[in-house]
């Protein structure tokens, strides 16, 4: 699904597209990881930030 900048909220907080640059900067700086990192973590799990945020928090412990 694109990205509907005109549409904030919802549904987009909720997923991760790593191939837009201020999402890719803004989750990356959120859970502490770099860009390749996210993309790693994205493709492992899938594009649910709660996800994505899990798999970091299983990692670190």
Known sequence: MADDKSKPGGQDRTRINVNEDYELRDWSKK???TP???KAAVQAVGTSAEAVEKHFKDKRQ
């Open 31 to 33: 859970f502490g990881v």
């Open 36 to 38: 390749e990192q996210l």
